[in-house]
């Protein structure tokens, strides 16, 4: 990896990191015509850093062949005007075949889902990883960590033997424990991303994190773009007015252990006429009582 490349590639995790939903047509399969628009959308919207095959886009919903088709449909909107940090995980020879397709398709970035596993020990986090970000070493690698017992020392094991390892998103909701973490990690060794969006931006930023991951910039790119301009500038106020006119969306997404996380952003862009409400199992459509809510809040933001 180039030095320029190395550092476009830091500069574009310290942003908004979008994470863009997957759009299911009437007949349940992915709509690309819908799915191309609301990429644009988000580019129009001034954001920069795309990452097809996250959380919200339903990663562990969609098919192999899905997954792919994602991944091709946001490097080619992509084009010449934003990054695109693809996801990749489950088994290791699975991530390893995602990622070297990334890479084909000219991809600069995987991030690793944390992996699911009921029997995860801190050095086979470390082999797994390992063996991802070897296969692409042209690519930068960012794990995402979700795992509270994970120790920062691990993550400079990881990254002293795989130097494509850049940065990190980090979503264990305590900001203590990632202000440990990065600097027992590096602080300025990696990007430090809050992988808990919005709401956790503000304490993440204040322990270190330059960039933030989001699904609400889906249906607001604006309040997004709001907010990591704000905490650019240190200005925790400006950053916290924003946090409170996003604070009840994502209650309702974070309700129930997230039962609703995808399904409220789904639902605030049918109430804007930008895709159809539908979600695959294990997730659930809003039912009609919480429509209003959702709809009213989009409303709100709508310019």
């Not at 001034?46 to 997954?67: D, S, V």
């Not at 070297?100 to 470390?126: D, F, K």
């Amino acid at each position: 990896m180039s030095s320029e490349t190395y550092r476009t590639q830091r500069a574009a995790l310290a942003d908004v990191v979008a994470i863009p939903v997957t759009p299911f047509a009437e007949d349940g399969t992915v709509d690309q015509d819908v799915h191309r628009a609301l990429l644009r959308r988000l580019l129009d919207g001034g954001i920069t850093t795309l990452t097809p095959n996250g959380n919200t886009g339903e990663f562990y919903a969609l098919t192999p062949e899905e997954r792919r088709l994602v991944t091709e449909l946001t490097v080619d909107e992509a084009g010449e005007r934003a990054n695109v940090l693809v996801g990749v995980g489950h088994d290791v020879p699975t991530a390893v075949a995602s990622a070297r397709h990334a890479r084909e398709l000219g991809a600069g970035m995987v991030m690793v889902h944390q992996p699911v596993h009921p029997y995860v020990s801190q050095a086979g986090w470390v082999d797994y990883h390992r063996a991802i970000a070897e296969s692409v070493p042209e690519l930068g690698v960012v794990p995402y960590i979700r795992n509270a017992q994970l120790s920062g020392d691990r993550l400079t094991e990881l990254a002293d033997a795989c130097p494509n390892v850049i940065g990190v998103k980090y979503a264990v909701p305590d900001a203590a424990k990632f202000a440990a973490f990065a600097r027992d990690a590096g602080l300025e060794r990696f990007v430090w991303v809050a992988g808990l969006a919005e709401p956790y931006a503000p304490s993440y930023f204040s322990a270190g994190a330059t960039g933030f991951t989001s699904g609400l910039v889906n249906v607001a790119p604006a309040v997004s773009r709001n907010m990591i301009e704000a905490l650019r500038s240190g200005d925790y106020l400006a950053a916290m007015k924003v946090w409170e006119q996003i604070r009840r969306f994502e209650e309702l997404r974070a309700a129930n252990g997230s039962a609703d996380n995808v399904t409220v952003v789904k639902e605030a862009l049918a109430s804007l006429g930008l895709c159809r409400r539908e979600v695959r199992p294990p997730s659930r459509e809003l039912p009609e009582s919480g429509r209003a809510e959702v709809a009213a809040i989009a409303g709100g933001w709508a310019v």
